[in-house]
């Protein structure tokens, strides 16, 4: 071992100007030294971004200016793979005489995230990095692109891209096993090059083909063509959607019941979860698919918690968005959407918020740094709730000194006993009537006939407000 400080309490990791300290004793931690990556073993886990994998390897990599361990290159290959389905291509190049081909692999982003590139370069350790308008990471060379091929044999592609990949890989294999390249083999390739990318017309996935979706292959994805957004006119509502091409329907459904089924391993009930999934046209561009969820409470226990937990795997400035997200999420929760300093704060979150990050944007807003404006949200965020939940679960608005009314379809809602026990809960009146059988207007009279039953099974139930701390519409 080289470059390594072992003090009483910690360990210093010195790597030309960088240091990482890691709070271990003595018997936690073991770490060698191989082809200048660092590799650790350990008995527990740190916490926060020095996460190391419970006894296991790790190689420190660079994330948002600090040093910190990849926990598991299985992971990294699987977040490339969705990364790489969102933002990847697969290029053949022909030269004029038509007698050799170029192969190329490319990622381009905007230069703000190069830091993304550099990473994936860093971390697989080939391809090259440039910037001009954009950033792009390129392989080309032949022995590169060999061992970036046998990753995505591995790690599959889950949207069209991978029948661009399948004929990549062929027409690579082809070529490189051919000692001469012939007329036979360059229309081979030429074949495979014309029906790639924006000339396929075929979309027909081999018989042996599933689509395999991870925690980390949705991060990647969604990192590429996630979005994380506020609707102002309607009181800062929290939207999350996943776009992509109409070709990719069949991941689309896919996509939308792994988020379903995380829902239901948190107790939602299937029937009252409402994920959208929508088709709209494209002037002069293919139609789009789009999964929309706006359901607060679906946002606030299913979305969140799923990518915090991802939360040492980020690695593009959406991860930025993801936080301004949650911050208004949370400032909502408290009701600074009614007071003229929450909506000042709420208003500056989303002049920085997703293109208006971009340093190209003409829209953003530099008057205050992000961290002045981090600041700024602790110190709402510190102050007293401007709502206050009345013992029937109706929300008090302290500063306006009325109730909060979001109208039909968006009040909590239970369905209890004649002993006043929880035999349901529903985020809606609209859930609630779904699962009852009846209209909308059937529970909500119930509501105000206090004490007016409903039945179900010939069973009797009463149908109450529950109490909530948030406002889910």
Avoid at 67 to 84: E, M, Q, R
Avoid at 410 to 422: I, M, P, Q, R, Y
Avoid at 445 to 467: E, M
Wanted: aromatic content about 12%; glycine content about 4%; proline content about 1%.
């Amino acid at each position: 071992m080289k470059n390594i400080n072992v003090c009483n309490k910690a360990i210093v990791f010195k790597n030309n100007c960088f240091y990482l300290t890691i709070n271990l004793s003595r018997s936690d931690i073991s770490a060698t030294n191989f082809n200048n990556k660092f590799h650790f073993s350990t008995t527990r886990l740190v916490k926060d971004t020095t996460k190391i994998i419970n006894n296991g390897d790790s190689a420190l990599t660079q994330v948002a200016g600090k040093y910190v361990p990849i926990d598991n290159l299985d992971n990294f290959y699987s977040w490339l793979a969705g990364f790489t389905d969102a933002e990847g291509m697969f290029y053949i190049k022909l030269t004029e005489s038509e007698k050799n081909a170029v192969f190329s692999f490319k990622i381009s982003l905007h230069v703000d995230d190069v830091s993304v590139l550099e990473f994936i370069q860093k971390t697989l350790g080939f391809g090259k990095v440039y910037t001009s308008e954009k950033a792009s990471f390129i392989v080309s060379n032949q022995k590169e692109l060999k061992n970036l091929i046998d990753i995505f044999s591995k790690y599959n592609l889950n949207t069209t891209k991978h029948l661009n990949f399948l004929g990549f890989k062929k027409a690579f294999e082809l070529y490189t096993s051919s000692k001469t390249k012939s007329l036979e083999v360059m229309e081979e390739i030429k074949h495979i090059k014309n029906n790639m990318n924006k000339l396929r017309v075929e979309f027909v996935f081999p018989q042996d083909y599933k689509i395999k979706l991870n925690d980390y292959w949705v991060l990647g994805f969604v990192e590429g063509e996630g979005s994380f957004s506020i609707v102002k006119k309607n009181n800062y509502k929290l939207r999350f959607s996943v776009g992509q091409s109409s070709k990719d329907l069949n991941l689309m459904e896919f996509l939308k019941g792994y988020f379903i089924n995380l829902a239901i391993a948190k107790g939602f009930n299937e029937l009252d979860i409402a994920i959208g999934l929508y088709r709209s046209k494209m002037k002069n561009y293919e139609d789009m698919l789009s999964i929309d969820i706006r359901d607060s409470n679906f946002i606030e226990n299913v979305i969140i918690p799923f990518f915090d937990n991802l939360s040492h795997s980020w690695r593009s400035k959406k991860y930025l968005d993801f936080q301004d997200f949650k911050f208004v999420l949370n400032l909502r929760n408290k009701g600074a959407q009614f007071t003229e300093e929450g909506v000042e704060v709420l208003d500056l979150i989303l002049s920085q918020m997703n293109n208006n990050r971009l340093s190209s944007s003409l829209c953003s807003n530099n008057s205050i740094t992000r961290e002045q404006l981090i600041l700024k949200i602790e110190d709402l965020l510190n102050k007293p709730s401007n709502l206050e939940i009345k013992e029937d679960g109706r929300i008090f608005i302290k500063n306006l000194n009325k109730f909060y009314n979001p109208g039909k379809g968006s009040t909590k809602v239970g369905l209890f006993d004649e002993n006043g026990n929880l035999e349901n809960s529903f985020d809606s009146i609209t859930a609630c009537a779904k699962h009852l059988g009846v209209s909308n207007d059937v529970v909500s009279r119930t509501l105000i006939n206090k004490g007016k039953p409903v039945s179900l099974d010939s069973k009797v139930l009463f149908v109450k407000r529950i109490a909530t701390n948030t406002i889910s519409k």
